[in-house]
């Protein structure tokens, strides 16, 4: 999904938010029975179920001067969620940002780039939180 908006009032405003989301309900096979008999077999205990949940959010905004200076930020939040058999399972989200400016300088053919970026990320693993149920 893609999203722009063309501001009206405001020369050389633009902004908008691109998304994706992906579902998908898989096997992997970590190791194989062997390399002729058991060739596409998996080995018992090296095979997991996997559900996993994928998606991204990307909102940016984008000001450009009638004198040719222009601003522009783009961010990110990417998210996965994995469900995968034998206390496998994982998470995390991803943010990002950028900043740019730039200048372009006609009369000597230059054009000054500058800006700045950060990236903050969180992980959840099932086997670092694991409980003892047994009790």
């Known amino acids: 999904m893609n999203l722009r908006y063309r501001a009206k009032r405001i020369e050389g405003l633009n902004f908008g938010v691109n998304a994706n989301?992906?579902?998908?309900?898989?096997?992997?096979v970590f190791a194989w029975l062997d390399d002729s008999l058991g060739l596409y077999?998996?080995?018992?205990?090296?095979?997991?179920?996997?559900d996993q949940v994928l998606f991204n959010v990307d909102p940016f905004i984008k000001y450009t001067t009638k004198n040719g200076l222009s601003h522009?930020?783009?961010t990110r939040v990417f998210h996965s969620d994995n469900v995968i058999s034998n206390n496998q399972s994982n998470?995390?989200?991803m943010y990002f940002g950028e900043y740019?400016?730039?200048?372009?300088?006609?009369?000597?053919?230059?054009?000054?780039?500058g800006?700045?970026?950060g990236m903050f990320h969180i992980q959840l693993l099932d086997y670092m939180y694991q409980v003892d149920n047994r009790k």
């Open 41 to 50: 077999r998996g080995y018992p205990g090296a095979v997991f179920l996997e």
């Open 115 to 117: 800006g700045v970026v």
């Open 72 to 74: 522009s930020l783009q």
């Open 21 to 28: 989301f992906m579902l998908n309900k898989t096997n992997m």
């Open 91 to 93: 998470k995390g989200t």
């Open 100 to 113: 740019q400016i730039q200048k372009k300088f006609k009369s000597i053919d230059l054009n000054f780039t």
